[in-house]
């Protein structure tokens, strides 16, 4: 198993940043790929950016393309997501996710065997 805490959250004001952390543990080494998530109130949880653990792939959501940066560390095993130029629709509850094993498409979601509890973003001025 792998356990995933996210930290990061908070309140920013429209145009700000905020970057979030997925810390992993247990069995990284059997990690292929970390994502992040998001669910907004009243929508369905949808993707937003996701990395291979061996930092060679990403791919991100096209609404948050050119704003929101995916990295990760592997000798602390962390995934971070670099949000900028924060929009009052980007709030939403923000998800961490790790898939054990080849993944083609890293945004397809119901592929990802671990979940984070989840970090609140709120954007509002």
């Known amino acids: 198993q792998v356990q995933l805490v996210e930290s990061g959250g908070g309140l920013v004001q429209p145009g700000g940043s905020l970057r979030l952390s997925c810390a992993a543990s247990?069995?990284?080494?059997?990690?292929?790929?970390m994502g992040w998530f998001r669910q907004a109130p009243g929508k369905e949880r949808e993707f937003v950016a996701a990395?291979?653990?061996?930092?060679?792939?990403?791919s991100i959501a096209d609404s948050v393309k050119g704003r929101f940066t995916i990295s990760g560390d592997n000798a602390k095993n962390t995934v971070y997501l670099q949000m900028n130029s924060l929009k009052p629709e980007d709030t939403a509850v923000y998800y961490c996710?790790?898939?054990?094993?080849?993944?083609?498409?890293?945004?397809?979601?119901?592929?990802?065997?671990?979940w984070g509890q989840g970090t609140q973003v709120t954007v509002s001025s």
């Open positions: 996710a790790a898939r054990f094993g080849y993944l083609r498409y890293l945004n397809t979601m119901s592929r990802y065997d671990y």
């Open positions: 990395i291979t653990w061996s930092g060679g792939s990403t």
């Open positions: 247990g069995r990284t080494f059997s990690v292929y790929a």
